[in-house]
């Protein structure tokens, strides 16, 4: 059992099963198109590299990324599941192939399918919700009306049964955490939040010129809204003393007894949010530590197990381009990365550290860095257009060994500063790519510290005439060139290169003193 499977069900009374994380999601995300052990486990939520040969984990659920239903690639992937016991594929789409259902009834895997319009990343982090809910379920006392402490899943269908009304439960920042599956009437609203784990932009915008989550904020009791293109929605928050942990939102208009209802539910349900994001935070300072560990070159071994004999390891490093800083919230955006990653590899590990997020990958020979490129321009790209961040990406170099990984760090970090320096459209690299404009900056950046560079001739020229000195080295002392360039006669440049080195007291002809002098400017160039 793999490190990461283990913290999901390391104290578990039982496993959860295929059937539970059915029970959970169910429509409109999951649909089962094969059904097959429902008691079969499933003890973590992986996606299978195509590009290599070793299986899945064993028990584990597969998302099908990229292998569509009537293709060899789903054929393969049910096959490889079947063999290595896997318990279920989840593919994208919504009818399946004959060959493949009789192919995944020979292998013994039940295959789910999900709508198209369901984000990947997003149903990752649901069907891991909906797993640690089932597995921390099984393990832990019985709480408020007989739900497991911390399933936010066996929430819902509490309320929804308590109220007569389909709930979601969601935290602060509108994510959904978890919903009801009882088979209740289900409007396109409410259907396009759960597939997108956030209520539709323009449904967040209405709520909040309505002041719903003003009043939220503000009380404890009960906040309606209505709006003539869905049913009614009733909301109530849910908190820990004055700390607002989440709501409960219900679809469809309640009567007196079910808002009652609602409100004590909402009481009830703080021992779950905070039991759940007590889960969250163990499991998200876990996996900070292992990837802090390893960037310091303290993970040999320990929290990685048989990984840390993997036969090369990179790093990848994501910054917000903005001066500001994050403008949205990173987890979203490492619930991205950690998709994306373990499409690379399933053993990568993605945590944020300081202000960075970082991926550290498991690097078989086969491997080569252009998974890597790729990995980071699509985490970019569906960053950008999904949650409107905009990132930079830099990639270190492959390293042999675990204990290397701060070698692979200091690559990625490098490619960082080249493109924060440089500016630009640009918001990928490797630090192979750019290697000899990182060397350059770390002179200049030492070059920066000696006095000398900052006085002298060259210091007291006026921008004007460092810009054509720089263009003229810049050139290789080519005057055409170099006019061409500043938009004057080669003449013009003669003259004012002439009366440049009379002014600095320059020798141009002199291959040491050109050095210097542009050395000179470019260390101007980064003060001031």
């Known amino acids: 059992m793999s490190e990461r499977t283990k913290c999901h069900t390391g104290t578990m009374a039982r496993q959860a099963t295929v059937g539970d994380l059915i029970a959970s999601v169910g429509d409109p995300v999951l649909r089962v198109a094969h059904a097959g052990d429902p008691d079969a486990p499933a003890l973590d939520v992986v996606i299978l590299d195509r590009t290599e040969d070793g299986p899945p984990p064993r028990g584990a659920v597969v998302l099908g990324v990229g292998a569509a239903p009537d293709s060899g690639d789903a054929l393969a992937l049910v096959d490889r599941a079947g063999r290595a016991r896997a318990s279920a594929v989840v593919l994208r789409g919504d009818e399946l192939p004959q060959r493949l259902c009789d192919l995944a009834a020979r292998a013994?895997?039940?295959?789910?399918?999900?709508?198209?319009?369901?984000?990947?990343?997003?149903?990752?982090?649901l069907l891991r919700t909906a797993l640690t809910g089932a597995s921390s379920g099984a393990a832990s006392d019985r709480g408020a009306a007989g739900v497991p402490v911390g399933d936010l899943f066996a929430l819902a269908?509490?309320?929804?049964?308590?109220?007569?009304?389909?709930?979601?439960?969601?935290?602060?920042?509108?994510?959904?955490l978890a919903y009801s599956n009882l088979g209740q009437p289900l409007d396109e609203p409410r259907r396009q939040t759960i597939l997108g784990r956030v209520p539709p932009a323009e449904w967040q915008e209405r709520i909040e010129a309505a002041g719903v989550m003003r009043r939220m904020r503000a009380g404890?009791?009960?906040?309606?809204?209505?709006?003539?293109?869905?049913?009614?929605?009733?909301?109530?928050?849910?908190?820990?003393?004055t700390e607002l942990l989440g709501s409960i939102w219900t679809a469809g208009r309640l009567d007196a007894a079910a808002e009652e209802?609602?409100?004590?539910?909402?009481?009830?349900?703080?021992?779950?949010?905070?039991?759940h994001r007590a889960f969250e935070d163990v499991e998200r300072r876990s996996r900070g530590v292992a990837v802090r560990e390893a960037l310091e070159g303290r993970a040999v071994g320990?929290?990685?197990?048989?990984?840390?004999?993997?036969?090369?390891?990179?790093?990848?490093?994501?910054?917000?381009?903005?001066?500001?800083?994050?403008?949205?919230?990173?987890?979203?955006?490492?619930?991205?990365?950690?998709?994306?990653a373990e499409n690379v590899h399933r053993d990568a590990?993605?945590?944020?550290?300081?202000?960075?997020l970082w991926a550290l990958v498991p690097m078989p020979a086969r491997t080569g860095p252009e998974r890597l490129e790729e990995l980071a321009q699509r985490v970019v790209d569906r960053t950008e257009r999904v949650l409107g961040e905009i990132l930079r990406a830099g990639i270190g170099g492959t390293v042999g060994r675990l204990a290397e990984v701060?070698?692979?760090?200091?690559?990625?970090?490098?490619?960082?500063?080249?493109?924060?320096?440089?500016?630009?459209?640009?918001?990928v690299a490797h630090i192979d790519e750019v290697r000899p404009h990182a060397l350059l900056m770390d002179l200049l950046d030492l070059?920066?510290?000696?006095?000398?560079?900052?006085?002298?001739?060259?210091?007291?020229?006026?921008?004007?005439?460092?810009?054509?000195?720089?263009?003229?080295?810049?050139c290789h002392g080519d005057v055409k060139g170099a006019a061409g360039r500043l938009g004057i006669h080669s003449n013009t440049l003669r003259y004012r290169l002439k009366r440049i080195a009379e002014l600095a007291g320059l020798d141009l002809a002199d291959p040491d003193q050109r050095l210097l002098a542009e050395v000179q400017l470019r260390v101007l160039d980064l003060v001031t």
């Open 220 to 241: 404890d009791g009960v906040v309606r809204f209505e709006h003539e293109d869905i049913e009614p929605r009733t909301a109530v928050p849910v908190r820990a003393g």
């Open 349 to 356: 590990r993605c945590a944020q550290v300081g202000e960075r």
């Open 261 to 275: 209802e609602l409100v004590q539910s909402a009481r009830l349900a703080a021992v779950h949010m905070v039991a």
């Open 447 to 474: 070059a920066a510290g000696h006095a000398g560079l900052h006085e002298g001739p060259v210091a007291t020229l006026t921008a004007e005439q460092r810009r054509t000195l720089r263009t003229w080295l810049d």
């Open 302 to 340: 320990g929290r990685f197990g048989a990984l840390g004999a993997s036969t090369g390891w990179a790093v990848v490093a994501f910054e917000p381009a903005s001066e500001e800083g994050w403008e949205g919230d990173p987890d979203r955006v490492l619930s991205i990365l950690a998709l994306f």
């Open 406 to 427: 701060p070698a692979s760090r200091q690559g990625a970090e490098q490619a960082l500063a080249v493109l924060r320096r440089r500016g630009g459209d640009r918001r």
């Open 108 to 125: 013994g895997v039940t295959v789910l399918t999900v709508p198209a319009e369901m984000p990947w990343g997003q149903l990752y982090s």
């Open 157 to 176: 269908d509490a309320v929804a049964v308590a109220v007569g009304a389909p709930v979601t439960v969601e935290d602060p920042q509108w994510r959904v």
